[in-house]
């Protein structure tokens, strides 16, 4: 795959609408017509730092406390002649952001590493070299997400995708599956789409682990456990670990069903030999 490096001219630059971060968002509109602070909203949606800020303002304010970027965008240079980013959207954003409202700095062109027509596998390639395995990576939700697309809309083998992303087969997987449990009993259930928190996908992928999940099913389903979530029975996501513990013993189920997880462990953790008399 050659490449070259070119400041390009940022009115030029069309954003990725298949980075699952913006995709996820546009869902719910028409992405024909997104406006700059919807664009900003769907790119700024990431797990907040210790300081409060989201990724999004975090980078805003390094590039213009910098007043540019270190790292280059990638682009794809089409056939039809348009510049399409591959990695780099959120910086893209912050450029125009900088150009239409006149911030102090040079906003007119960003530096980037452009390739020339890439296929759609080396374009998955450098998707998920730069954001599953590299220095900005997606949050888990959207790795998931994109994974699925590959694997069932894509229909990537499974093999190609490990190869592509370098992680472990069981891993993916487990994320894939994820998804695909969230999307389709956690999703359905809430009463309308703002309500998704992609924050919970974190008890879906727990949720894979071991026999937690057959321990579920044997006497509830996976309806039921998106209904935990939602309604906060599921507390943390590192708590998903034990429900085997809770739904062995009854009284403690019930404590999950009427409370939380913390609660039913503290039932389980009381009804153990040595805290009785």
């Known amino acids: 795959m050659k490449n070259k490096y070119m ?34 909203l769907a790119l700024g949606s990431g797990v907040e730092d210790s300081n409060g800020q989201t990724n999004y303002s975090s980078l805003y304010n390094s590039i213009k406390t910098n007043k540019g970027i270190i790292h280059p965008i990638i682009v794809n240079h089409q056939k039809d002649g348009k510049y399409v980013v591959i990695e780099g959207n959120t910086r893209v954003q912050i450029y125009k952001e900088f150009k239409e409202n006149h911030v102090d700095g040079e906003w007119d062109t960003i530096p980037s590493i452009v390739y020339e027509d890439l296929s759609e596998n080396e374009i998955h390639a450098i998707r998920l070299q730069s954001h599953l395995v590299g220095p900005r990576e997606w949050d888990p939700y959207s790795k998931a997400k994109y994974l699925y697309y590959l694997s069932n809309e894509e229909n990537l083998p499974m093999g190609q995708i490990v190869d592509f ?21 956690y999703r359905p259930q809430l009463e309308a789409d703002d309500e998704f928190d ?29 209904k935990w979530v939602i309604n906060g029975n599921i507390d943390t996501a590192i708590n998903v670990r034990r429900l085997p513990e809770v739904l062995k013993n009854k009284e403690a189920t019930k404590v999950l069903l009427k409370s939380n997880m913390k609660k039913a462990l503290e039932k389980v953790i009381t009804d153990k030999p040595e805290y009785k008399d």
Request: negative net charge; hydrophobic residues 35%.
């Open 7 to 40: 400041n390009l001219i940022i009115e030029n630059i069309e954003l990725d609408m298949d980075n699952p971060r913006i995709a996820k968002f546009i869902e719910m509109y028409d992405k024909n017509n997104l406006n700059s602070e919807q664009i900003a």
């Open 165 to 185: 992303c370098g992680g472990k087969k069981s891993e993916i997987i487990k994320l894939i599956n994820a998804y695909k449990d969230m999307e389709k009993h």
């Open 198 to 226: 992609q924050r919970d996908f974190s008890k879906f992928l727990e949720l894979q682990n071991g026999n937690i999940k057959e321990a579920l099913l044997e006497n509830y389903s996976l309806d039921d456990f998106a």
